[in-house]
């Protein structure tokens, strides 16, 4: 008769030690997750499934348990980007990845800009054109620096295997990301700049601020007004963001920056409610080379209000 109450207790406790241990690397495994599928909603899912398996596993075969849940995190994560292909295929206009609020745990200046480079836009956006496997073999290598033994592990290939897709994600990386580091201080004042000159209607110092063959990207989801596919060059750009924020739709909006991602975004309120968040990419001549417009509702739901907004 004594034996039931005392398993409960014994419940309990290896419960609140098994919540415990897992809300102690949440953070990271949520990290790891919007790394993979690119989506605030998609990751908070795969690490609610992630718990799941968790809260059931043994936990005398697990040696590391960072490394273990990140494993786990990375395994549903890849199985939740490949259920996105067929939303992707019939998204209206490009797709970009959905502007978080990324604040590390640590206040160490390396590790700190470490997971800005990992959760910019510009890098999410090169991680969208690698393979599922190239993508969370980078993500576990260069981000978490698991063994290639663990990765293989992980992702079901033999550790040579891994090698040769870590490697081939990395050139791919390397290639297409931003090679040189901005200053927060230049960034945000080209971007209050910038935002001004738009909102004013200043052709010809827009235009200035721009690289010549500057891409923009929008993202509106068929739900606001966007481009539906990426265009190029100076003319074309500043002629389309002077007439989207001189439109009937964007007109009278309230202009802000904020963090998000780890760098410096403009943000457009219509009211409390955030209607854009733009991400500016400089070259080495510190104009803008890569614009990055995200307007569909849907994807902004985790940056801050305007009354949050500090």
């Not at 953070?27 to 790394?35: D, F, I, K, T």
């Not at 909102?199 to 007004?225: C, I, N, T």
């Not at 963090?259 to 070259?283: I, P, S």
Request: hydrophobic letters at 40%; aromatic letters at 6%.
């Amino acid at each position: 008769m004594n034996d039931e109450p005392t398993r409960a207790v014994g419940d309990v406790d290896d419960s609140d030690e098994l919540a415990a241990e897992f809300a102690e690397h949440r953070a990271v495994l949520v990290g790891a997750a919007y790394r993979v599928v690119g989506s605030v909603t998609d990751a908070e899912d795969v690490v609610q499934e992630t718990w799941l398996r968790w809260s059931d596993a043994d936990r005398s075969e697990v040696r590391e348990v960072r490394a273990y849940l990140i494993r786990i995190t990375t395994r549903l994560a890849l199985n939740r980007l490949r259920q996105q292909k067929s939303r992707r295929e019939n998204y209206v206009g490009p797709w970009l990845p959905e502007p978080i609020v990324a604040t590390p745990d640590e206040q160490d200046p390396a590790a700190i800009a470490e997971v800005a480079d990992s959760v910019s836009m510009a890098m999410l956006v090169v991680l969208e054109t690698l393979s599922p496997l190239e993508r969370a073999a980078f993500v576990l290598r260069e981000v978490f620096d698991l063994p290639f033994s663990e990765i293989g592990d992980t992702l079901g290939r033999s550790e040579s295997a891994v090698r040769q897709l870590a490697h081939r994600a990395r050139e791919h990386v390397h290639a297409r990301q931003p090679r040189h580091r901005v200053d927060k201080a230049r960034h945000q004042e080209l971007t209050n700049r910038f935002m001004a000159a738009s909102s004013d209607g200043d052709y010809e110092q827009v235009v200035a601020m721009l690289a010549p063959d500057v891409e923009l990207v929008s993202d509106g989801g068929g739900k606001r007004r966007a481009a539906l596919r990426p265009m190029y060059g100076a003319d074309k750009v500043a002629r389309w963001l002077i007439a989207v924020i001189s439109s009937p739709e964007t007109l009278g909006m309230e202009f802000a920056t904020a963090e998000l991602n780890g760098e410096v975004a403009y943000l457009a309120y219509d009211g409390e409610t955030v209607d854009t968040a733009g991400f500016l990419q400089l070259d080495e001549h510190g104009l803008i080379d890569h614009i990055y417009v995200v307007r569909n509702p849907d994807k902004l739901t985790g940056v801050p209000t305007k009354n949050r907004l500090c």
